[in-house]
């Protein structure tokens, strides 16, 4: 049958299974638009305040229910607004298709109105993109995007769609598509056997587990793994959720905001096993001093990071659950007790630790755990409050972190946590953001009310950029450039205003029962609480130094 470019966008889009859209209408998307209002029924359509919001809340979406978020946005600058998004899901793996439209052939390359090449913009931050100038190959475009976006190491595609495009007609015909079946290919017999025997000639193993975990959905070989291993984990910040967080091996986060019982053993083992992580600079500190005393063996679906950051010993490509389940099969369980003893001293010997006598981050941090039940879904911004959350949430589950950790995207959250809770929205959904953090993409609070999403967006607000004053305290002579924020902005009040509910805390006494009612309201919270400009994290890593060389406050006293 024919139809229009649009009705096969639509139709195609259904093909995928695709439930909802996060987007902003425009000109040269117009007929898609007016073939979607045609499927409100079939196809969820969430219009965000901001482009940027779209595309952050696809990617929580798709963080939350391990599907393919989509988004989508008119020509010139509602496509340049999706490009923070884009490069945030890039960073992080996270499968996503943005979908835009741009002028009719006939006027591109011509600075028509609201014309700009949004593929060669995006080039080097998607998997793959493509500029569709003919009906007949929307199809096929469409198919592929998603196929691209979900199989091996996710990441996002772009399809830009010329006007043209949307309105001429062309041939369709319905496809069921194929499984994206896990990737299997490079996994080598020889690696398998090589991976075996550095285990068990270890004495002092340590597992580092990456996103790449959480992606492949590994928990459960995770698990065995790590339990016939008999090996103390640590995760990066990415990893977060894909081993249980109240796991007596768990040693806590890894690198520059780990703990310290994480850095000391990393840098004390004599097998480093990495699971589906790529050696972040945040999470080796001086390369040349990382795990100085260790063999390493790195799991990964992409061969372009072994030996990227760190020089490894031994690798095995593939898909993290496939590679986990043969060497589970293999494994004899093994026995470090010793080992394993020395680490539950050092986690006794360097606890995480605050003030208890004020209301502080890790605090908050602390009572959302106790009041959730350690069941939430937690999505934070970036900066102090996202480290606090690594620290003092335990994870238990997978998918219950989602925060932006290659390109620590201010703004992220708050938009995420709405995909985030639209995906799954059996879940308590939290956003955790600092006053910067917040004021970047407010303007979402009004989605969510105009929905009636049931967010909480709880802000840590220390009237400062936190994390940058923390560096400025510490490495630049206290001056404080550009990091205070003293003016007049009451968040309880706006939150009022966009037709949410505004709760202020001051004190700790406050925040439980405020949380609690929160909890309750079935409408998006907002809870504005105050806390003292100097509060810091730790421990730290400074930057270019060994992880083994982490201080705490006390350290610095």
């Not at 640590?234 to 890894?254: P, Q, V």
């Not at 080992?339 to 004020?358: F, G, R, S, T, V």
Request: charged share 20%; aromatic share 8%; proline share 4%.
């Amino acid at each position: 049958m024919k139809l229009t470019g649009s009705q096969i966008l639509i139709e195609c889009l259904k093909e995928q299974g695709v439930d909802t859209i996060f987007g902003y209408p425009g000109g040269a998307i117009l007929n898609v638009y007016d073939e979607l209002y045609k499927h409100s029924n079939e196809i969820r359509h969430i219009l965000t305040s901001h482009e940027q919001g779209a595309s952050h809340a696809a990617d929580g979406y798709a963080r939350a229910t391990g599907k393919v978020g989509v988004c989508m946005a008119t020509s010139g600058p509602g496509a340049t607004n999706l490009v923070t998004g884009i490069a945030t899901a890039y960073m992080d793996s996270v499968p996503l298709v943005a979908i835009t439209a741009n002028v009719g052939v006939s006027l591109l390359g011509r600075d028509s109105f609201q014309e700009i090449d949004i593929a060669g913009v995006t080039m080097p931050i998607t998997k793959h993109n493509y500029i569709v100038k003919d009906v007949q190959q929307l199809a096929d475009v469409v198919r592929s995007a998603f196929r691209i976006a979900k199989e091996g190491r996710p990441g996002p595609v772009l399809i830009d769609i010329t006007k043209n495009a949307t309105a001429d007609l062309a041939e369709y015909t319905p496809v069921v598509p194929e499984p994206v079946e896990p990737s299997k290919g490079y996994i080598r017999e020889a690696d398998l056997e090589q991976a075996i025997r550095m285990i068990q000639k270890s004495k002092k193993p340590f597992i580092f587990v990456g996103g790449g975990a959480v992606i492949s959905n590994a928990s459960e070989e995770l698990k065995e793994f790590v339990e016939k291993v008999q090996a103390p984990v640590t995760d990066s910040l990415m990893g977060k959720s894909a081993f249980d967080g109240t796991h007596e091996l768990y040693c806590g986060m890894l690198g520059m905001h780990g703990t310290k019982a994480a850095n000391f053993g990393v840098s004390q083992c004599d097998l480093l096993i990495t699971v589906g992580a790529r050696f972040s600079d945040r999470v080796t500190g001086n390369p040349k001093r990382f795990a100085k005393h260790a063999k390493i063996l790195q799991i990964d679906v992409d061969p372009a990071e072994i030996n990227k950051n760190i020089l490894v010993d031994a690798s095995i490509i593939g898909d993290v659950k496939e590679v986990l389940k043969r060497l589970n099969a293999r494994l004899e369980e093994y026995h470090h007790n010793e080992w394993i003893n020395y680490m539950k001293e050092l986690k006794e010997k360097h606890p995480l630790k605050y003030d208890q006598n004020a209301l502080t981050g890790p605090y908050i941090i602390e009572e959302i755990y106790k009041e959730t039940k350690g069941d939430a879904l937690i999505v934070t911004e970036v900066g102090q409050h996202q480290m606090w959350a690594a620290q003092y949430y335990k994870y238990s589950k997978p998918r219950t972190l989602l925060t932006s950790g290659g390109l620590g995207t201010m703004g992220y959250g708050l938009g995420a946590s709405i995909g985030a809770k639209i995906g799954r929205p059996d879940k308590t959904v939290i956003n955790i953001a600092g006053d910067g953090c917040f004021r970047m993409n407010m303007n979402e609070i009004a989605t969510a009310a105009r929905y009636n999403i049931p967010i909480i967006q709880v802000v840590i607000n220390n009237h400062v950029l936190g994390m940058v004053r923390q560096w400025q305290t510490l490495f630049y002579g206290q001056r404080y450039a550009q990091t205070v924020l003293n003016d007049a902005v009451d968040f309880v009040k706006l939150a009022e205003a966009m037709g949410a509910v505004g709760i202020r805390v001051e004190k700790k006494e406050e925040f439980a029962p405020a949380l609690q009612k929160a909890l309750t309201l079935g409408k998006p919270v907002v809870l504005d609480c105050i806390i003292d400009s100097d509060d810091k994290v730790f421990p730290m890593v400074p930057a270019g130094h060994a992880i083994d060389e982490a201080f705490d406050q006390d350290d610095i006293q």
